[in-house]
């Protein structure tokens, strides 16, 4: 079974920066997009980036595009978000896990706890 374990969220300014982690257990971690979700209050959980085995392919939602930016160390077993110009609407609790296929659904059955970010105005 994999474990996932997010790290790095924190209260921030509009405008600031964080980095998450995301690390995870298992031999073969590089078989496997990750990606990172997010839920808001009241709103369902969406995916705001994704990144392929290698690391040479990656997705943004409209909503961060530009902004945020994924990336991998696989010596690692680690994944993670760089987020910049951070926004009151980016509030949520964020999660990583696999994901597959065209709409990059989350592939592990188990989740981490996830790591909250909150932006104030």
């Known amino acids: 079974q994999v474990q996932l374990v997010e790290s790095g969220g924190g209260l921030v300014q509009a405008g600031g920066s964080l980095r998450l982690s995301c690390a995870a257990s298992?031999?073969?971690?590089?078989?496997?997009?990750m990606g990172w979700f997010r839920q808001a209050p009241g709103k369902e959980r969406e995916v705001v980036a994704a990144i392929s085995g290698s690391g040479g392919s990656t997705y943004y939602a409209d909503s961060v595009k530009g902004r945020f930016t994924i990336s991998r160390d696989n010596a690692k077993n680690t994944v993670y978000l760089q987020m910049k110009s951070l926004k009151p609407e980016d509030t949520a609790g964020y999660y990583c896990?696999?994901?597959?296929?065209?709409?990059?659904?989350?592939?592990?059955?188990?989740w981490g706890q996830g790591t909250q970010i909150a932006v104030s105005s």
């Open positions: 896990n696999a994901v597959a296929g065209p709409a990059r659904d989350p592939q592990f059955g188990s």
């Open positions: 298992g031999r073969t971690f590089s078989s496997y997009a």
